[in-house]
């Protein structure tokens, strides 16, 4: 069982910066592609980028340059760091986990949330 657990969101004023962690509780971290997703009222949940267990990442082309997605594999945590932030980047921000690896034992898991808004 796998549990993860967002923290670091708030309110921030335009142009100003966030960083968001995923605490991931459960075996083999490293196998999982780590991935955050965001979610604005009213609209669907879109995915901001991802870190393979490796460290390669992948961006939301609405977020590149602005925003570094890492991992520490010794911590099993993962974070956000979000500059130069925008009132459009206002969402609910989610972890998610997603295994390499195939079989009836491995699964996809969310995480609960937690909100940026950015106004001033």
């Known amino acids: 069982q796998v549990v993860l657990v967002e923290s670091g969101g708030g309110l921030v004023q335009p142009g100003g910066s966030l960083r968001l962690s995923c605490a991931f509780s459960?075996?083999?971290?490293?196998?999982?592609?780590m991935t955050w997703y965001r979610q604005a009222p009213g609209k669907q949940r879109e995915s901001v980028g991802s870190?393979?267990?490796?460290?390669?990442?992948n961006y939301a082309d609405s977020v590149k340059g602005r925003f570094t997605i890492s991992r520490d594999n010794t911590k099993n945590m993962m974070y956000l760091q979000m500059n130069s932030l925008k009132p459009e980047d206002t969402a609910v921000y989610y972890c998610?986990?997603?295994?390499?690896?195939?079989?009836?034992?491995?699964?996809?898991?969310w995480g609960q949330g937690t909100q940026v808004t950015v106004s001033s």
């Open positions: 459960g075996p083999v971290f490293k196998v999982y592609t």
């Open positions: 998610h986990a997603h295994p390499v690896v195939s079989g009836s034992s491995w699964h996809d898991y």
């Open positions: 870190v393979t267990g490796s460290g390669n990442t």
